[in-house]
């Protein structure tokens, strides 16, 4: 067994992003500023998109876009239930109706074949989730948007650096909202950021998420600016502050070296656990792609165990190995329970992949040797308490 604790995630700061936080500290200006602008213009530049907000989290980023589109009473959203209960929340906030689509059973994305059925006249937009960094498989949603005249906002929490067919995610004719949560693929703390081609959206996302005032803050202190603004609707206070962009300013070009490194942890895990007939590896689709590898999400199969997924989560943590739990299903939360029941067995692989699915340890930092680790306690907790 492994003598140290081995976290499921733990970001990757080095001293040039210290430096950063530091130099901004000591500038004199820490809010949104010339460093956010820095960091916007590279990630816009890094995933093709010709606008992109930075925003206080990715949270913000969904609030903002259904708001933008005027999202309200009576609307549905067809989403996923296999995702953060954030995508869901704030379709709810807004007035909206959330209307689930099962999973895939194999890439556990919302499965484009079974979207169709559940587009009614009220139905104003898709949300599909790039879960764990693997992209949807977009060009049946874009067609089914393009039919009904819907708009596309892809919940691209686990996708920054993700490509579909050559393409960024971030890059396509849609609103792209990106997680920098300390756990996703590079953070600023906390942050995220709406990526459009829209610049009328941009412009409402951009209005709502400070106030609804006409110039940004550092613009009216700066010599050439004026102190005078004007609110020109009511607004937010979802501004990503300098002191965040610091870190992003310097996590971005380490984005690519970062998938590279988690490719090859996921490919180890593939490999050495192919043959545990308990465990259900993740499964890549079968169109040209990059797997961003935010997440390395096997199902345990429970059935074949005496101990449920929980209990197999605490096993593993007693051998030194955190795990992560991505995602009960949104459907099964209390909340969602009480006030969106859906029909038994309506979600069946969401439902199945809910119980079982747990997050293995996958970050830049790690080494093979952890990896390898993690592969033994897996064994091993497979081994004692195998039916
Ligand atoms: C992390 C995450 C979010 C929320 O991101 P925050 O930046 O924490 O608000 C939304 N959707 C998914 C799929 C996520 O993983």
Redesign the pocket.
Known sequence: MRSEFLPFSTPTIDEAEINEVVDCLRSGWITTGPKVKRFEEAFAAYVGAPFAVPLS????G?HLALLALKIGEGDEIITTPM??A??VSMIVLCGGRPVFVDIESGTLNIDATKIREKITPRTRAIIP?HFAGQSCDMDPIFSLATEFGLTVIE?A??AAGSEYKGQRIGSLDSISIF???PN?NITTG???MVCTRDETLAEEVSLLKFHGMNREAWKRFAASGTPNYDIVLPGFKYNMMDIQAALGIHQLPKLDDFITKRTEIAEFYSHALADIPELALPVCAPFAQRHAWHLYTPLVKVEKLTIDRDQFMTALKQENIGTGL?YKAVHHHAWYRENLPQPEGSLPNADYASDRILSLPLFPKMTLDDANDVVEALKTVITRCRR
């Open positions: 989290s990715a949270t913000a969904l995702t953060f954030s995508t989730v919940d929490a686990h997680s920098f949560h996703k906390e942050g995220g991505h």
